[in-house]
Each structure stands twice: as C-alpha cells, then as structure tokens.
C-alpha cells in the first residue's frame, strides 16, 4: 500500500498485513504436521474476526481465556471441539458457556475450580472433559509480568495437589479426564527454558504412569518469542522449538498440544501514528504522536521494545535521536527513548512495528479516546 493512501486515513489505526500473517501460519502448520502436534492459537494475542478467521483456514484450534473469547471464536466459525479454555478465575456463566458447546477441554487451575465445574455440569446434565494445569515451577527468563509458571504465581495447581485433585475428578463423574496442561509464560526467547519444562513434565508423566492414569493429550502451553528488533524477519525458530520437545519428552500415545499467540501475530500488525508536535527539551528531543498507550501499552507495561520507523522519510539518513511519546498525561506513555530516526515533521506517518500479539486487545477509551480502526491489507 503507497504512504500516500496511508495518510489519507483517520489516525492512528493498526494495519495488518494477511500476507505476512498467511506465511507465517503455512510454516507453522508445516513444522507442526512435521511432529503431529495440535496447535490452538492463543486468541487473547489478537481477536480480530479476520484473524481468527484466517487461522481457522490453516486448521489450527483456539486457546480462550474468557467467554467473550469464547464467543469470538464461534462468530469466527470454529466448533466447540475445535475449543480450549484456560483460565484461573473462569466465573460459573463462563463455565455454563463452555459446557454449553461442549468445548474440547478446560485447562483447570484449582481444585475449587474443579468442584465448581462439577457441580454446574451435574446441574446442567452435561460433562466436562477436562485438562490440569500444573505449575511447573521453571523460570521462563522473561519479564516478571509475563512469568506464569513458578510456584509463586497465580496459575495452575502445585504438583503436591495432583492427587487431592484426582480424588476429587474420580468421584465426579461428570470430570472427563483428558490430560495436563503448562504454560510458563511469554516472549520466550531462551529456548533452553523448553528443555527445563521437559524435565518437568517428564516428572508429571511419570507420576500418572505409576498410577496407571491415562493422559490422553498433553497441552504444553505458548510463549515462543518473537525478535522485535527484526520486524521483517519470517524465520520463526518452530522447527527449533517442536524438536526440543520431541527430543526430550518421554512420551507413550499421548497427543501433544500447543497454544502460541505472540509468534502467530506480532509481525503482521503495525500501529500506524502520525507526529503531532516535534519538541526539543534541555537534553531531549521529542515526537510527539497521535498513538498513545491506550493504543499499545506494551511499552508502559512491561518496558517493552517496539521498533519505530518514519515511512515518510523512509529514505534519509536516522541521524537524530527522539524519545518517541505519545499524548496521554501519564510520563510512561513512551514507545521509545532515544529512538534514531530521520529528522521529523509534524503529519509525518510513524509505524510501529510487530504489534499484532497484545496490541489492540489490550486498547483503552483511558482519557476518552476513541478507538482506532484497523486495516487489513494482502
Ligand atoms: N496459553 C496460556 C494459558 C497463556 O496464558 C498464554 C499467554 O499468556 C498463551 C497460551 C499464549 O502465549 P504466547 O502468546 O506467548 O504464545
């Protein structure tokens, strides 16, 4: 799409790029039919209908963490069967939703959780197969927002727990044990962190193994990162990634699942901004956008690095230095410090890039702003 159709439009808005999105899902499906893994796409990384839509041609499942997840996946056209639910606060209407279309499975996270499922299912006359998600306790080597599989956090149940909670599926019934569930967390670049997750689960294995407990899947979780500095790079590590699991898990029949978001989606999606002000402080020089972080917050969260580029001066030389701002009256909202970029001009078009995973799902109305549209381009 030429610069000059872009400027023509309302900003900011966020512009993805299917093709991108299309490659990157076809060598995804590769690598995975490769091992014979399931994949279901992490949709809290983008909801977007066309998103949803588009991985559902590629044949890959979803990953929901609410109803509205859940509904926005069945709008999109996947079947329940097609359906996973994770989640460590589902609330009963939540649950009543899942049962509802009979999902393939709950990732359940506690063992009041389980009881609670249990009891709506008998009321409704339903069952519910379900999955648990087990701490793991390993480092994921990632921010410590986005850290979710060490015995300190919130998710999932201790491993010291598995056997009041199988107590508690045996005598429900309405329990359909499927298997167990991990997720350590996000934008995971260490790949290494995969193979202390291995050893884990080949510990959990065991322990159903010497109790003659059938796994029927084993649902690994996302958190393969992506390279931020490197927008236009397509080589996502998957091959890398299933083989450690292949390697080094010690498995039987068990059917392997996964549930990526971050490295379907970053690439495919930039936020496209406009400068409003150009300002120069005592030491720094400021742009200042139209984008803020009710846009993307990525960067006020969790210090996140977007890579920031002018499309109107794509040509010169990045010879000054910016802290890229946007214009809400909070001092985080930043998307770069010190940024190197051509010299700017007010109305020139700011792209910042690889924000399709946790972009716009994570948009505000903070300050009464509206909301950006988004564009989809091929
Ligand atoms: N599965 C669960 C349970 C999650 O909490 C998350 C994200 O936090 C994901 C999958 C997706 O992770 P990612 O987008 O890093 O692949």
């Known amino acids: 799409m030429k610069i000059r159709e872009l400027l023509e439009r309302k900003t900011p808005f966020y512009l993805y790029d299917m093709t991108v999105l299309g490659k990157n899902l076809g060598s995804l499906k590769k690598a995975a039919d490769h091992y014979g893994y399931k994949v279901h796409y992490a949709v809290k990384s983008n909801a977007r209908l066309e998103i949803l839509r588009k991985v559902k041609d590629y044949g890959f499942g979803v990953d929901c963490v609410s109803g509205g997840e859940l509904l926005q996946s069945l709008k999109a056209g996947y079947t329940g069967s097609e359906i996973v639910f994770a989640g460590v606060g589902k609330s009963d209407d939540e649950l009543r939703l899942g049962l509802k279309h009979d999902i393939f499975c709950f990732n359940c996270e506690s063992l009041q959780e389980l009881e609670v499922l249990a009891e709506i299912a008998r009321h409704e006359s339903r069952s519910a197969r379900i999955a648990l998600r087990i701490k793991p306790n390993v480092d994921a080597r990632t921010h410590h927002y986005i850290t979710t599989g060490l015995e300190e956090n919130k998710f999932g149940i201790d491993f010291t727990e598995l056997p009041e909670a199988m107590r508690i599926i045996e005598s429900n019934p309405e329990l359909n044990f499927q298997g167990i569930h991990f997720h350590i967390g996000s934008q995971i670049t260490d790949l290494s962190v995969f193979r202390n997750l291995c050893t884990k689960v080949n510990q959990v294995l065991e322990w159903f193994r010497e109790r003659s407990i059938k796994i029927e899947h084993l649902n690994l979780g996302g958190g393969l990162g992506v390279d931020y500095e490197r927008p236009d790079s397509d080589e996502a590590k998957y091959e890398e990634f299933f083989g450690i699991f292949n390697d080094q898990l010690n498995l039987r029949a068990e059917q392997i699942h996964f549930e990526l978001g971050r490295v379907i989606t970053a690439h495919c999606g930039s936020l496209i901004s406009k400068v409003l002000y150009t300002k120069s402080g005592i030491h720094t020089d400021f742009l200042i956008l139209d984008a803020g972080m009710t846009e993307l917050i990525r ?6 690095y977007h890579k920031i580029e002018n499309w109107s001066q794509s040509k010169a030389q990045s010879e000054y230095k910016y802290d890229v701002v946007g214009p809400i009256c909070e001092s985080s909202d930043y998307f770069g410090k010190a940024v190197r970029l051509p010299e700017s001009k007010r109305g020139d078009l700011i ?24 564009l989809f381009i091929n």
């Not at 960067?299 to 996140?304: I, K």
């Not at 910042?352 to 509206?370: D, K, W």
Request: charged share 20%; net charge neutral; no cysteine.
């Open 299 to 304: 960067p006020a969260l969790y210090q996140a």
């Open 351 to 374: 792209a910042i890039r690889s924000a399709g995973a946790y972009g716009e799902v994570m948009a505000s109305n903070y300050n009464l702003r509206e909301r950006g549209e988004a």
